[in-house]
């Protein structure tokens, strides 16, 4: 009797992870802004999973600029969070933002919030965004899109984060009209 011997080929398993990044832009045209990173982006993480609605803000920090367009992107992607921070720095280069001053106007914005549930602190890296719980401008569409996410930190999820936000900054959704 002839024994078969099934030899299976190994492929490399590639880990997906949620990169959840926001946008945020108050120069030039900043709806175009958005739609630029956002095909940017996808070049590099592929389709966006989901996305929140755009909402409008003053400025956070910095106060004497423009209001600022955000929205909350999801991705699916087996980029390491390292290397989604030197695309996302690229991308803004690329679309011509310059760091002319700390919370200064941008062309265009790009910060991760999470990468799964992973944390992550590096020098250059921290994951969870350390800032979540305190701008509203992030939590309003984070809970829009995932109000049950559990921040991995705080153990707390986006709209029990939103709820005890004390930003009073005024955060609505912007419409084309």
């Not at 009797?1 to 108050?26: D, S, V």
């Not at 045209?29 to 592929?46: D, P, R, S, V, W």
């Not at 367009?69 to 087996?78: E, R």
Request: charged share 20%.
């Amino acid at each position: 009797m002839q024994t078969k011997y099934i030899f299976l080929q190994h492929k490399r398993f590639r880990q997906y992870k949620t990169l959840t990044i926001i946008l945020g832009t108050n120069l030039g045209n900043k709806l175009a802004n958005i739609e630029t990173a956002i095909h940017y982006l996808q070049q590099q993480f592929g389709k966006v999973f989901i996305k929140s609605s755009v909402y409008e803000t003053a400025a956070w920090g910095n106060t004497n600029q423009p209001n600022f367009l955000n929205q909350v992107l999801q991705f699916n992607t087996s980029v390491t969070a390292q290397d989604a921070l030197q695309i996302a720095l690229q991308i803004e280069k690329q679309m011509g933002r310059e760091r002319l001053e700390k919370m200064g106007p941008r062309i265009i914005d790009i910060d991760i919030l999470f990468y799964g549930n992973d944390i992550i602190n590096l020098p250059n890296l921290n994951v969870p965004h350390p800032h979540i719980a305190q701008r509203k401008f992030v939590l309003l569409p984070l809970a829009e899109i995932d109000a049950a996410h559990k921040h991995p930190i705080l153990q707390k999820t986006m709209i029990q984060l939103l709820q005890a936000c004390k930003d009073e900054l005024d955060v609505k959704k912007f419409s084309l009209l």
